[in-house]
């Protein structure tokens, strides 16, 4: 996949969580220089891209899934920059804590199993929407500062 400032700023809440939920310190250290150097790259990123050194079409890189509609509605992702990323972070925290019931699936009642299966879907298909948002949204802010100039 390209960089681009959603898969950016979904690896950054993907290496808080580890953070928050490890203990061993040489896991902290390593996450820490993780964390670091993703700021580095979204800083560095945002920057080009403002700049206009980053061709618009290599802003965006949508995941185009392709899945039943049907059967299958997600939450609408919308709203400010902030507000997207925001959401993108929540959706993480969400999946990471549906996650760790399939790492011990047999423990999850055969009524359940099928309801986690169905929300781990659901919410990957949510933190690709918001990443394609993220993505949008910076697009979106880049054109308008080249179309002022």
């Given at each position: 996949?390209?960089?681009?400032?959603?898969?950016?700023?979904?690896?950054?809440?993907?290496v808080?969580?580890k953070q928050?939920?490890?203990?061993?310190?040489?896991?902290l250290a390593?996450?820490?220089?993780?964390?670091?150097?993703?700021?580095?790259?979204?800083?560095?990123?945002?920057?080009?891209?403002?700049?206009g050194?980053?061709?618009?079409?290599?802003?965006?890189?949508?995941?185009?899934?392709?899945?039943?509609?049907?059967?299958?509605?997600?939450?609408?992702?919308?709203?400010?920059?902030?507000?997207i990323?925001?959401?993108?972070?929540e959706?993480?925290?969400?999946?990471?804590?549906?996650?760790?019931?399939?790492?011990?699936?047999?423990?999850?009642p055969?009524?359940?199993?099928?309801?986690?299966?169905?929300?781990?879907?659901?919410?990957?298909?949510e933190?690709?929407q918001?990443?394609?948002?993220?993505d949008k949204?910076?697009?979106?802010?880049?054109?308008?500062?080249?179309?002022k100039e």
């Amino acid at each position: 996949m390209a960089e681009t400032l959603g898969s950016l700023c979904d690896k950054l809440t993907i290496v808080k969580l580890k953070q928050w939920h490890s203990e061993e310190s040489a896991r902290l250290a390593s996450l820490a220089e993780q964390e670091k150097q993703l700021k580095n790259e979204i800083d560095e990123f945002t920057a080009a891209a403002i700049a206009g050194q980053i061709p618009l079409e290599k802003l965006n890189f949508a995941a185009n899934k392709v899945y039943k509609k049907e059967g299958n509605a997600i939450r609408s992702v919308q709203g400010s920059m902030g507000d997207i990323f925001s959401r993108l972070a929540e959706v993480n925290c969400e999946l990471w804590h549906e996650q760790e019931k399939v790492y011990e699936f047999d423990k999850v009642p055969v009524e359940q199993k099928d309801k986690v299966v169905k929300q781990l879907a659901l919410l990957n298909l949510e933190r690709n929407q918001c990443i394609d948002q993220i993505d949008k949204s910076l697009r979106a802010f880049v054109e308008g500062l080249h179309a002022k100039e």
